[in-house]
Structure formats: structure tokens, C-alpha cells
């Protein structure tokens, strides 16, 4: 079974730039997370989709940050325009979810990360 | 305001010899889950272990297992005959509210 995709791996760009991120969860898995992890630190919550929709994207800052997940597969984070606090790296995860159900009880699957570096 | 800790920043053991990696958390959710998550240098994050908090035995899976103590609200990862391999930093995290709260992780160090 594949696991989470992500890609770019690495990017770099300079500040004011726009930058997107992209990332492929597992198959047949409804919920799809969006964490920011700084260096020696555990990973942030930006948001969180039910198939196509956010349901929690309060961590998310809206002025320049966005992301959808259309059709409920495939997501697209992206940030314009970038600042240098946001090199980070952006992980990716998902779970299976479960439809009216306990959703936090499922485990969490994590891409490999984007690296991002903003000069 | 739900919280995790891991109050070792950093533990380093000998290779083949066994270590405990300590978290405690602090959540109003009677039913929740816990999980231990290793990252490597690749940053891949992998699940290591995760525990339901309404069964009292502790969890296992091969040379990993935990300690459980919901009284105390703790939740400590045990690696046993270390190995280069799981050299990595681990982090603590509960499920709360439809998202998980992280530790800031320990770092272990294998000594050959």
C-alpha cells in the first residue's frame, strides 16, 4: 500500500514569493491534516479536512495562508506571499476517518515533508 | 487546556541495552487515545505504539512497549536490546478534540 505523498521535497524561494505544496493520502482515506513542524519542535495543526471539507482550520493564518482538497482526494497547501518565519518543513497526514464516528480515534499516517526555506 | 510533556530533551543508551523515554499529558476526556511517533533524520514521522486509554493493559509491538498509568496520566515508551535503527527523535502525542497534542519530543542517542 502507498503510503503519503508529498512533493516538493525541498523548496526554495525568496521572501514575498508565493509557494504551494502538494499532497496524496493514502487511498480510501477521508481525513487529511496539514502540520507545520519548526526545527526541534512537535508538529502544529494548520488545518484538517473531512473529505472536501475544513473542519478545522483555526490555526490556519488566512491572510496568507490557503488550501483546498477538491474532490476529497489530492490537497494543495499554499502560502502567498511568503515570509522567512515560514520555512518550516509542512507535513502531510491522513486517516481513514470514520463516518459519524469517532474520528480522533484513528491514527494518523505521515508523508515525508516539505522543506521549506525562505531566503 | 490540554497538554503534553516530555521532560527529556535529549537520552542516549548503549547499543543492546534497554531505555524509557518518559511523557505525562493532561486531558478532560475520559476516552482518548495515546500515541508514541518516531522521526528520523529523514523526517518521515512513523507511528511506533499507541494505547486506548480505556484498556489497562499496556500496549506492545515487538522490542517496543509502554507504561500506562492513567491515574498519574502517564505514558512512557520502553525500547528494549536498542538498536542503531532507532535513532531518532520520538514524540508523545494525545488524541483530544479532534487533534492530536504533541510533546516537544526527546532525541535518543545510540551509542555502538
Known amino acids: 500500500e502507498a503510503g503519503v505523498v508529498q512533493s516538493p521535497r525541498y523548496k526554495i524561494i525568496e521572501k514575498k514569493q508565493p509557494v504551494a505544496f502538494w499532497c496524496n493520502p493514502i487511498s480510501g482515506h477521508n481525513t487529511l491534516y496539514w502540520y507545520l513542524q519548526n526545527l526541534g519542535q512537535g508538529p502544529e495543526l494548520l488545518i484538517r479536512?473531512?473529505?472536501?471539507?475544513?473542519?478545522?482550520d483555526s490555526q490556519l493564518p488566512k491572510d496568507r495562508f490557503s488550501a483546498e482538497r477538491l474532490k476529497g482526494v489530492d490537497s494543495t497547501l499554499k502560502i502567498q506571499p511568503a515570509e522567512l518565519g515560514d520555512s518550516a518543513v509542512y507535513l502531510c497526514?491522513?486517516?481513514?476517518?470514520?463516518?459519524?464516528?469517532?474520528?480522533?480515534?484513528?491514527?494518523?499516517?505521515f508523508g515525508p515533508g516539505t522543506r521549506l526555506l525562505v531566503l | 487546556a490540554q497538554t503534553v510533556t516530555q521532560s527529556q530533551p535529549e537520552m542516549s543508551v548503549q547499543e543492546a541495552e534497554t531505555v524509557t523515554l518518559s511523557c505525562t499529558y493532561d486531558?478532560?476526556?475520559?476516552?482518548?487515545?495515546l500515541f508514541w511517533y518516531k522521526q528520523p533524520p529523514s523526517r518521515q514521522m512513523i507511528l511506533v505504539i499507541r494505547?486506548?486509554?480505556?484498556k489497562q493493559q499496556n500496549a506492545t509491538e515487538n522490542r517496543f512497549s509502554v507504561n500506562f498509568q492513567k491515574a498519574a496520566k502517564s505514558f512512557s515508551l520502553k525500547i528494549s536490546d536498542s538498536q542503531l535503527g532507532d535513532a531518532a527523535m520520538y514524540f508523545c502525542a494525545v488524541d483530544s478534540n479532534y487533534q492530536l497534542i504533541w510533546g516537544a519530543g526527546t532525541k535518543l542517542i545510540i551509542k555502538p
Open positions: 479536512y473531512e473529505n472536501e471539507e475544513a473542519v478545522d
Open positions: 497526514a491522513s486517516s481513514p476517518g470514520l463516518a459519524g464516528g469517532r474520528l480522533w480515534q484513528e491514527t494518523q499516517y
Open positions: 494505547q486506548e486509554a480505556y
Open positions: 486531558t478532560s476526556e475520559s476516552d482518548y487515545y
